[in-house]
């Protein structure tokens, strides 16, 4: 518990700033900045938007990753904002904002099964 508590305290210290600092990205493209950023502990994913209640909850799992692993999924659930779904477009408009979030995909997918604890 005392774990849990620092991981979700850590990402609420710094996972804001990061929005913060990459939401230009996005505004460019009309999103608006969520009315809510939430982090709890999340086994099955890393984020979770919901486009019409203008919230975007983070795994506190990723306070482990590297920053720009961070910085992917913070991108991945913004362009929820525009596309509520993971089609051709999605992925076309993420690499627009992060054009290497491949890259950092994959190396979350093998950390992932690293520090998850079920």
């Known amino acids: 518990a005392i774990v849990a508590a620092f991981m979700k305290q850590k990402c609420e210290e710094i996972i804001p700033v990061m929005c913060g600092r990459l939401y230009p990205r996005f505004k460019a493209k009309g999103i ?3 009315s809510e950023l ?3 502990r999340m086994v099955s994913c890393w984020g979770n938007c919901r486009p019409a209640r203008s919230i975007i909850t ?6 482990q ?3 720009k692993c961070i910085e992917q ?3 991945h659930e913004f362009t929820h904002f525009l596309y509520q779904n993971h089609s051709k477009a999605f992925y076309a408009q993420l690499s627009e904002f ?3 979030w491949k890259e950092y ?3 979350i997918k093998k950390l992932g099964r690293e520090i998850i604890i079920r």
């Open 32 to 34: 608006e900045y969520p």
């Open 38 to 40: 939430r982090f709890r």
């Open 58 to 63: 983070f795994s506190t799992y990723l306070i």
């Open 65 to 67: 990753l590297p920053e």
């Open 73 to 75: 999924v913070i991108c």
């Open 98 to 100: 992060m054009p290497d």
């Open 105 to 107: 995909e994959d190396v």
